[in-house]
């Protein structure tokens, strides 16, 4: 069983800055491409960002150049530091991770941590 666990969401003032970490533990062979999504409510998932195992990173436009992805492959974990952020940030941010578990290549998903954007 592969699990994925968020942390560092939070309430924070506009402007202000997070970091968001997410560990994958478990049954682990390789992890290919790793992201970040979030869902504001009432609205669907987006993608923020995403990192491949080989470092090709992309970003959603609203968040370019105030956002940044980043991976460490020892640790299977990624992280998103968000800067200047903004109310429509405001969401609950989820880690994804396509995941080769030795016998099967899957997404996986974590539970989610909520940022708040607010002053």
């Known amino acids: 069983q592969v699990q994925l666990v968020e942390s560092g969401g939070g309430l ?6 997070l970091r968001l970490s997410c560990p994958a ?3 682990i ?8 999504y979030r869902q504001a409510p009432g609205k669907q998932r987006d ?8 470092g ?3 970003y959603r436009d609203s968040v370019k150049g105030r956002f940044t992805i ?15 952020l903004k109310p429509e940030g405001t969401a609950a941010y989820y880690c994804n991770a396509n995941i080769l578990d030795g016998i099967f290549r899957r997404d996986y998903w974590g539970q ?7 002053s």
């Open 56 to 58: 090709d990173i992309d």
């Open 70 to 84: 980043s991976r460490d492959n020892a640790k299977n974990t990624v992280y998103l530091q968000m800067n200047n």
């Open 47 to 54: 993608l923020v960002a995403t990192t491949t195992r080989g």
């Open 112 to 118: 989610g941590t909520q940022v708040t954007v607010s």
């Open 12 to 17: 924070v003032q506009p402007g202000g800055s």
């Open 25 to 27: 533990s478990g049954n």
């Open 29 to 36: 062979a390789i992890i290919y491409t790793m992201g970040w």
